[in-house]
């Protein structure tokens, strides 16, 4: 007798930039200090979850224990920084050098991602006003779309997933989410009539997590080119980007444009938005 081992996907998500379009009085506030002008959505497929978690772990011992860091606050454990847990905006670039190495290395990471230009969403947004004057727009809502179009092609070939998402804010929103991956999968079997029964276990925590670390720096890389034209990030770690879909880049073709390795992300392939 034969028994065929079922096959499982752990994923890892967190978001770049920020779903903020208007301010309070309804000006646009894309683009602006402190206001994102894309916003993105990063999944990591990471096959073995806990060998990244001792290899981060690893890393983070030794940084403490370098006398180099001995007095840099982020390294300190009461500031819940460095000291707890790996975040490309907190670390030092000498910090941030040693996790991109370490995430360069490790083998058989897999990135996709999805970005949206938010003013491509504000013109949506005020069209829908002039429709409905009632309608008034949440930032969760670009969230779960992303998820939405992130999830569609990511849950029908194994037999059981491990979604993990960042912990956003302070309402707990495991159902909303749970909510977007199943429309993903039902749109995925709309479209091409393949039907998925895998089992999908959703968790959302804070960011200690180590593929939520992990995914964090993919993201961070991505917005640095998107928002700073800065590719040398991306292109560091490239080898572990799998897809790229530019929702909003409708030049040729109305669904965006995926970037793949055989059509590599860079600084010269954004340059039409600058």
């Keep these: 007798m034969t028994s065929s081992k079922s096959s499982v996907r752990h994923y890892f998500v967190d978001e770049g930039g920020d779903g903020a379009l208007f301010s309070r009085k309804g000006q646009v506030l894309v683009g602006t200090t402190g206001c994102s002008r894309f916003f993105m959505l990063g999944l990591l497929d990471v096959p073995d979850s806990p060998a990244l978690h001792r290899e981060l772990q690893a890393l983070r011992q030794r940084l403490l224990a370098d006398p180099y860091f001995q007095d840099v606050p982020s390294m300190q454990p009461q500031e819940r920084k460095t000291a707890v847990a790996f975040h490309a905006k907190d670390d030092l670039p000498e910090v941030r050098r040693e996790v991109f ?17 938010k003013l491509r969403a504000v013109e949506y947004i005020q069209q829908r006003n002039m429709r409905d004057s009632n309608y008034r727009y949440h930032p969760n809502e670009m969230y779960d779309y992303l998820a939405r179009r992130l999830f569609r092609d990511r849950l029908h070939q194994d037999d059981e997933y491990y979604i993990c998402f960042a912990k956003r804010g302070k309402s707990d929103r495991t159902q909303a989410l749970s909510k977007a991956v199943e429309r993903a999968r039902q749109r995925f079997y709309e479209r091409w009539g393949i039907a998925s029964n895998a089992s999908i276990s959703i968790a959302v925590t804070p960011k200690q997590n180590a593929g939520l670390q992990a995914v964090d720096y993919f993201l961070w890389a991505l917005q640095r080119l998107y928002e700073r034209s800065e590719d040398r990030y991306v292109r560091y770690l490239w080898g572990a980007f799998k897809l790229i879909h530019d929702i909003d880049d409708v030049r040729e073709k109305p ?11 860079t600084t010269d392939a954004l340059k039409w938005r600058r």
């Design 255 to 265: 669904y965006g444009v995926y970037y793949t390795q055989r059509n590599p992300l």
């Design 101 to 117: 190495a370490l995430l360069q290395k490790a083998e058989d990471l897999r990135f996709f991602g999805v970005v949206t230009d």
